[in-house]
T-cell receptor
Framework: AQKVTQAQTEISVVEKEDVTLDCVYE???????LFWYKQPPSGELVFLIR??????QNEISGRYSWNFQKSTSSFNFTITASQVVDSAVYFC??????????????FGKGTHLIIQP | NAGVTQTPKFRILKIGQSMTLQCTQD?????MYWYRQDPGMGLKLIYY???????DKGEVPNGYNVSRSTTEDFPLRLELAAPSQTSVYFC??????????FGQGTRLTVV
């Protein structure tokens, strides 16, 4: 069975600080996909990134970066120079297919990130 | 492009009532899903469909039913609403190599 663990329930930092959200996953599949979604206070789910199990290159998109390490089954997310608009709940998710496959996405419980001005 | 559309956005039900949450997508996606999100929890899969006429249970299917008569629509039916079904419901769709596209969610309260 697949499992995603986000051990940090809530993180609070002051604006402009860097923050890392941890994600650890479990799967028996050799091919799988990892995702990060953002859920702002308005409630919608915003897709941030998808990574497949064969691509361990780290990725940077503006202030966001992701560190994928198969050796530790982790897919961590770092926000550099955080801003108040980054305040949201962030979900890490895992699936067998690019968009969820036949079994959908397995989500972690989410990390509530609070950026204080 | 409308993407995935869910209706209604909010609903209050009394215990024992029934209702249907509507979900439609205009991207010709084969795969569609229903998730529920409870406070402090991630989303959990209720039902999914890999194409018209095919549905299957997810992790938490009890108390729900679905149908998939067309590629576009994937309604979720609650027959006898219970307080435990108070949640936020998300519909999603995907196809081949795309990421999942989510609807805006339906906030359901059962009293």
């Amino acid at each position: 069975a697949q499992k995603v663990t986000q051990a940090q329930t809530e993180i609070s930092v002051v604006e402009k600080e860097d923050v890392t959200l941890d994600c650890v996953y479990e799967t028996r599949d050799t091919t799988y996909y990892l995702f990060w979604y953002k859920q702002p206070p308005s409630g919608e789910l915003v897709f941030l990134i998808r990574r497949n199990s064969f691509d361990e290159q780290n990725e940077i998109s503006g202030r966001y970066s992701w560190n994928f390490q198969k050796s530790t089954s982790s897919f961590n997310f770092t926000i550099t120079a955080s801003q108040v608009v980054d305040s949201a709940v962030y979900f890490c998710a895992l699936s067998e297919g690019p968009g969820g496959g036949a079994d959908g996405l397995t989500f972690g419980k989410g990390t509530h990130l609070i950026i204080q001005p | 492009n409308a993407g995935v559309t869910q209706t209604p956005k909010f609903r209050i039900l009394k215990i024992g009532q029934s209702m249907t949450l509507q979900c439609t997508q205009d991207m010709n996606h084969n795969y569609m899903y229903w998730y529920r999100q409870d406070p402090g929890m991630g989303l959990k899969l209720i039902y999914y469909s890999v194409g018209a006429g095919i549905t299957d249970k997810g992790e938490v299917p009890n108390g729900y039913n679905v149908s998939r008569s067309t590629t576009e629509d994937f309604p979720l039916r609650l027959e006898l609403a219970a307080p435990s079904q108070t949640s936020v419901y998300f519909c999603a769709s995907t196809h081949r190599n795309t990421e999942a596209f989510f609807g805006q969610g339906t906030r359901l309260t059962v009293v």
